[in-house]
C-alpha cells in the first residue's frame, strides 16, 4: 500500500458536521516513545493559530490544545492511551458545533471545546513517529 509524506499537510475547510480520517501505523514500538500529532491550523503555513491541537505521545499521556499566535492555551491532558501497539489506527476527529470528538478505531475516546472557531481552519498538518495511508476529509 502506497504511504503519504510525513509529515503531510492538506488544505481544508471545516464546518460543523466535517469528518477527518486519519489511517496509519506508528513506525516504531511504543517503548521506543513514538509520537503522533495533528494540528488544525487557521492558515495555510504552520506557524499560524491552532484550532486543534491533538497529540499522542504513546508512553505516557495524550495531549489536546490550542494555540493562538506564538501562545498556548491551557492543555488538556489524558494518561488514557487508545492506541494499539503495533496496530494500524485509524483516528477520526467529527466537528461538532461545541467540541471535537475524537474516536480511535470506531471508539468514542476524547472531546475537546472549541475554542477558536472550526470554520476558521484552513489546513490540517499530521506529523511525527507515524506511516500514514490517507488522510480524508468527509
Known sequence: METLPVPY????????GSFVKIKGTFV???????????????KTEINTHIAFHF???????????????ENWDEEVRTSVISFEN??????????LSKEYQVTVNGRQCYTF???LDPAS???????????LTSVTVI
Request: net charge positive.
Open 113 to 115: 471545546p472549541h475554542r
Open 121 to 131: 481552519v484552513k489546513m490540517i498538518r499530521v506529523w511525527r513517529d507515524v506511516s
Open 28 to 42: 516504531m514500538p511504543f517503548n521506543m516513545n513514538p509520537e503522533l500529532q495533528v494540528d488544525f491550523h487557521t
Open 86 to 95: 503495533g496496530q494500524p489506527f485509524e483516528l477520526g476527529i467529527l466537528v
Open 55 to 69: 497529540r499522542v505521545l504513546c508512553d505516557r499521556y495524550v495531549a489536546m490544545n490550542s494555540r493562538q499566535g
Open 9 to 16: 499537510t492538506k488544505c481544508v475547510s471545516l464546518p460543523v
